[in-house]
């Protein structure tokens, strides 16, 4: 392998196994809109949904429209959904690039209806219903009066009606339960006005590992596909984590007894020992905090984290480890030897959710695909017509796509 100053190795068979998973949490019959947001949660959107879409996945769903651009730029032809919704600037970009979007506002409906006639196309809407969430989504008892005129819109397309878990548990929490009733009692009046309601969706990756997964016929994973669950879940054990992050070392230094390390001087060699210096800081996306009890993996051992953690580098003290070398690799997340560091530990020790964590890996950390030769998902071939627009999803594939070499 082509070790970096700091790389993100994506292991594309993770994915397929935890999108296997998720297939059967949700039901064979279920379509999965793989969420794909914030560069796949740091994990590299492009490379996530080519191998996602030969998995099987149905669709697609993203945060803005810039980044469903890229997808589709990409060549990636099925649907894309903005989960949230788009400033007026962006409309013209999704029309044009058959993006749906969600919907929770009369004055946007008719903005996108007028705007559809002038381009001569339909705009394809999710009614967003908030049944808890309280952000963004349009109460049920407006909501039924905004999907009449959905229908009556002839350039407007209705295709699906959502919901979103307020709840991070899903429907072990029984604000989870409470939002699925609040939304089924939407759909039964909802069905009164269309029987069509297009694609209806309420699960999260909690909300599937908590059996509300096959209730409704899609459901929007994101965190569980890139292998992290809540440990409160059961089968988050099954999942493979995604990312692996890893440095190499590049500079070894012997230190006396009381020696400060780093910004402040916050830590002193409480005896003699050896300070590994690794290029990668939180402007890479290791979290300033994580200096509070975080380690690293190198040759199989921990090891732990001292001093401050700096915009460009990160210090270890590596005693412990004998005849160490510059250049070796230093894992920060991910598996070396018998060990292995999640993001969820390295989170707890930053003080925050992993999600923060995927999402914050910087520009300036490759991404290196891995895996992805074999489909994991079984009895869910993806249609004919995507594949033949890709010519080919390894890892050798999605790195050159990238601009980098394996
Ligand atoms: C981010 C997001 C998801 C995915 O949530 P996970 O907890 O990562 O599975 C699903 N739906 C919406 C609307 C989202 O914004």
Not at 38 to 44: E, L, W
Not at 95 to 101: K, Q, R, T, V
Request: hydrophobic share 45%; charged share 20%.
């Amino acid at each position: 392998m082509d070790a970096k100053r700091v790389w993100a190795e994506i292991n594309l068979d993770a994915l397929g196994h935890n999108l296997a998973s998720i297939r059967q949490a949700a039901g064979a019959g279920v379509r999965i809109m793989l969420v794909v947001k914030a560069d796949a949660y740091g994990h590299g959107s492009v490379g996530i949904a080519h191998h996602a879409v030969r998995c099987g996945i149905g669709a697609l769903g993203v945060g803005t429209s810039a980044e469903a651009l890229e997808l589709r730029h990409a060549g990636i032809r099925v649907p894309i959904l903005v989960l949230g919704t788009v400033v007026d600037e962006e409309l013209r970009d999704c029309l044009g690039y058959d993006i749906h979007l969600g919907l929770h506002a009369g004055d946007r409906a008719r903005t996108l209806a007028e705007l559809a006639g002038r381009m001569n196309c339909k705009a394809k809407v999710h009614l967003n219903v908030d049944t808890g969430m309280g952000r963004l989504g349009i109460p049920p008892a407006r909501a039924l009066s905004l999907l009449e005129e959905i229908h009556a819109t002839p350039q407007l397309e209705l295709a699906g009606v959502m919901t979103h878990l307020a709840a991070t548990d899903g429907a072990q929490d029984p604000q989870g339960m409470l939002q699925s009733a609040v939304f089924d009692r939407f759909l039964a009046a909802a069905r009164t006005v269309t029987e069509d309601l297009g694609w209806v969706h309420l699960a999260n990756s909690a909300g599937i590992f908590t059996g509300l997964g096959d209730r409704y016929g899609t459901v929007r994973p994101g965190l569980a596909a890139y292998g992290v669950l809540p440990d409160s879940i059961d089968h988050a054990q099954e999942l493979r984590p995604v990312m692996g992050l890893r440095s190499q070392i590049v500079f070894l230094k012997d230190v006396p007894k009381g020696t400060p390390v780093g910004y402040a001087s916050t830590w002193k060699a409480p005896e003699a020992t050896r300070i590994a210096t690794l290029p990668i800081g939180y402007a890479d996306g290791l979290p300033w905090r994580a200096a509070e009890g975080g380690e690293v993996l190198i040759r199989g051992q921990r090891a732990p984290i001292v001093g401050r953690i700096s915009m460009d580098y990160t210090t270890v003290d590596v005693g412990h480890i004998r005849d160490i070398q510059v250049g070796e690799i230093a894992t920060l997340v991910g598996s070396d030897g018998g060990q292995s560091i999640s993001l969820a530990e390295l989170a707890n020790h930053a003080g925050t959710i992993p999600y923060e964590i995927s999402c914050s890996i910087g520009r300036r950390v490759s991404q290196l695909f891995v895996g992805g030769e074999q489909i994991a998902v079984p009895g869910q071939p993806a249609p004919l017509a995507t594949i033949a627009n890709i010519p080919s999803v390894s890892a050798s594939a999605a790195n050159a796509r990238a601009g980098r070499g394996v």
